[in-house]
């Protein structure tokens, strides 16, 4: 059970923390025969507790908008030094600028900060806790005003990126390796490349997005390599030339990687500018998988050169030259421009650069 306080104790409260006893007073209550609180006065107490809280919030923020931060620059220097001279030196002040600094400082802190032993400068208690303050908060708003230094060796950094299995198998693996050599503790999560990967991007939900596919205007973006194609060809198929011809590509039976909308997009649209269709067997969703399934067949795979590395392995298939009408494509990285000057993002793009290169 609560046990009443008067009217005249909360008035004595309140005005010890110079508050208006118009803000917080209530018309009497009246008092109930028994001691214990009626549901009214318990709801009017704590009325009144809520509203003091309020006001102590409030006077606290405007209590800190009348405070000149630049002054802690001066407050610094003063308990460092311990000498007003060296001091105003330090900030680039005249001396009376400084002494007129000083002064604000011991009025706003309501402490001297510094007091006279023989013929230098002690600080007082106050003054030693607030240098050690300063000391850990200064250099916190300068990073906060210069932006953050990113340390790759310290990072534990996260970047999402949806790439194509084109990417997954050519470009992450050299990247991966110079990333845990300098930043072990950075994480990679890598995802499918899908039609809405840019949408994605756009949203924040990715980081990076690397593909064939264009970018929108609304993105980033640059090109890592040029990607040109060659065809592998499965032991079965009788047709062995060098290079095939247009019409010959188009009559073999295909196995297709699709990469956009059931296509493989960099091959069948330059096929269709032409009227040119290709004869589909089989599609499936990653490049390893279809040319183990080429192998010992009569079908025919085509796949960026610098794929052919898995190729060679395989027993069954061999590599020919694909019609002249596919032409090379470029291949993108992709961000949005809000990271553009983010210091962790801008050296994981550089390394995706420097791995593009080793391809």
Known sequence: MFTRMNGARIRRCFNTTSFSTAFFYRAPIERPRSHELSALDIGQYFALVVSCIVRIADMRHTHLRHVDLNLLLALHALLEERHVTRAS??????????????????????????????????????????????????????????????????????????VTDHASITLIPPLIRRMRIEAPDVRLEVSQWHDRAYEAVIAGRLDAAFSAEHPPSGLQSEVLFEVDFVCVVGAAQRVHPPRLTLAQYLQLPHVVVETWAGQQTPVDRPLAQFGGKRRVVLGVPFFAGAMFAVAKTDLVLTVPRKLTKIVRPIDGVRLVEPPREIKPFPYFMTWHPRLSEEPAHAWFREHVRVAARTI
Do not use: N, W
């Open 89 to 162: 030196k330090r900030c680039f002040l005249s001396q009376p600028a400084m002494s007129r600094a000083f002064e604000r400082l011991r009025e706003m802190f309501g402490d001297p900060l510094l007091i006279r032993s023989g013929r230098a400068y002690e600080r007082t208690v106050r003054g030693d806790g607030l240098l050690r303050e300063l000391q850990s908060l200064l250099p916190r708003i300068e990073s906060m005003v210069r932006g953050e230094e990113f340390d790759p060796g310290r990072s534990q950094e996260r970047f999402r990126l949806a």
